[in-house]
């Protein structure tokens, strides 16, 4: 597909503690099923996904927001609103992809308690040599995690939990 033409795929990984790999090795070409890890960043993801719908003859608008739903027995209305205004779409579904916090959520009432609290979590991407090393690494330290992924020929991304996060995590 065009996403994994786009993408880095992962050959090799390792989790590391604070007193060295705890493991590490080679990442197969492919799962028994054929799925095979890649990395790619999401604007790639967004550009390749949107060009796949383009294809199909299908418009990824933007932006726009879900102001209100309702279902009856087989349809769903929309009210959204956008550049162009308010206005309301008749689907078969309704596919909410807008995060814990979401309209989505709100409407169909489901448990708050339910809902995760949002991460303390920071990335940051950066251009540099990463030869040598795996395509992902997680560091397990007493005071948080952090990830480096490789996201391109020398593009690597980091990722780092706050303390906060790590400990609620357990």
Same mark, same amino acid.
């Given at each position: *597909?065009? @996403?994994?033409?786009?993408?880095? $795929?992962? *050959?090799?990984?390792?989790?590391?503690? $604070?007193?060295?790999?705890?493991?590490?090795?080679?990442? %197969? =070409?492919?799962?028994?099923?054929?799925? /095979? !890890?890649? +990395?790619?960043?999401?604007?790639?993801?967004?550009?390749? &996904?949107?060009?796949? #719908?383009?294809?199909? %003859?299908?418009?990824?608008?933007? $932006?726009?927001? &879900?102001? +209100?739903?309702?279902? =009856?027995? +087989?349809?769903?209305?929309?009210?959204?609103?956008? !550049?162009?205004?308010?206005?309301? #779409?008749? +689907? /078969?579904?309704?596919?909410?992809?807008? %995060?814990?916090?979401?309209?989505?959520?709100?409407?169909?009432? @489901?448990? !708050?308690? /339910? *809902? $995760?609290?949002?991460?303390?979590?920071?990335?940051?991407?950066?251009?540099?040599?990463?030869?040598?090393? !795996?395509?992902?690494?997680?560091?397990?330290?007493?005071?948080?995690?952090?990830?480096?992924? /490789?996201? %391109?020929?020398?593009?690597?991304?980091?990722?780092?939990?706050?303390?906060?996060?790590?400990?609620?995590?357990?």
């Amino acid at each position: *597909t065009k @996403i994994e033409q786009a993408g880095v $795929p992962f *050959t090799s990984m390792a989790i590391r503690g $604070p007193h060295g790999d705890i493991v590490s090795g080679a990442v %197969g =070409d492919a799962a028994p099923d054929g799925i /095979r !890890p890649i +990395s790619l960043p999401q604007l790639e993801t967004e550009h390749c &996904l949107n060009q796949g #719908l383009s294809e199909r %003859g299908i418009t990824v608008e933007r $932006p726009q927001t &879900l102001v +209100s739903f309702q279902q =009856d027995g +087989s349809h769903v209305a929309s009210v959204v609103e956008g !550049p162009e205004g308010t206005r309301t #779409l008749t +689907s /078969r579904y309704l596919l909410g992809a807008d %995060g814990a916090h979401s309209k989505v959520r709100e409407t169909l009432q @489901i448990d !708050p308690h /339910r *809902t $995760p609290e949002p991460l303390g979590m920071y990335s940051q991407d950066a251009i540099l040599n990463w030869e040598g090393e !795996p395509d992902l690494v997680i560091w397990i330290l007493d005071s948080g995690a952090v990830m480096a992924m /490789r996201i %391109g020929k020398d593009r690597v991304r980091f990722a780092a939990t706050t303390r906060s996060t790590f400990e609620a995590l357990g």
